[in-house]
Structures are given as C-alpha cells and as structure tokens.
C-alpha cells in the first residue's frame, strides 16, 4: 500500500481501516485495538517526554553552574588515577 501525505489522508486511512475491521473476525479486530492502544500509549510518552525535554532545556534552573568560578583544579588532587 502506497501512502501520500495529503490533507485527506487520515480521512481516506480511517475509513478504509474501518471497512478492512468490519470484515475481520472478532478475535482479530480485539488485537487490532490492543495495538493501537500500544501505539497511542508511546505516542503518549513521546509527546510527554519532548515536552519535558524542551521545559529543560529552555529552564534557567542551573544557569548559576555557567557562572561559577573553578573550586578546584588538578593540583588540588592528592592522587592521580590512570
């Protein structure tokens, strides 16, 4: 099945998943559900976790640790591992 990026697409997708749903058995159409259930849960996550992911980064919470001078340098250690 070739898929276009139209504006009708998801129109024309649902419809004609409708239509291949109705003719399946019942058993089928419930594991069909399970994974768009599947599906719609990461989807979920995804969104929850870019979301997150861009309230980080655009946050001034740890701006200060930019400006703070050095506390120490590496003649401050007492042993060196290699």
Do not use: C, W
Request: no cysteine; net charge negative; charged share 35%.
């Amino acid at each position: 099945m070739h898929i276009t990026d139209s504006p009708d697409t998801k129109e024309i997708l649902l419809h004609k998943t409708l239509d291949y749903l109705s003719r399946l058995p019942q058993d089928k159409v419930i594991e069909v559900a399970e994974f768009v259930e599947f599906l719609y849960q990461k989807h979920e996550e995804y969104i929850l976790k870019k979301g997150i992911h861009k309230m980080v980064s655009n946050s001034k919470s740890f701006e200060f640790l930019k400006e703070e001078d050095e506390l120490y340098t590496l003649d401050d250690l007492k042993v060196r591992f290699k």
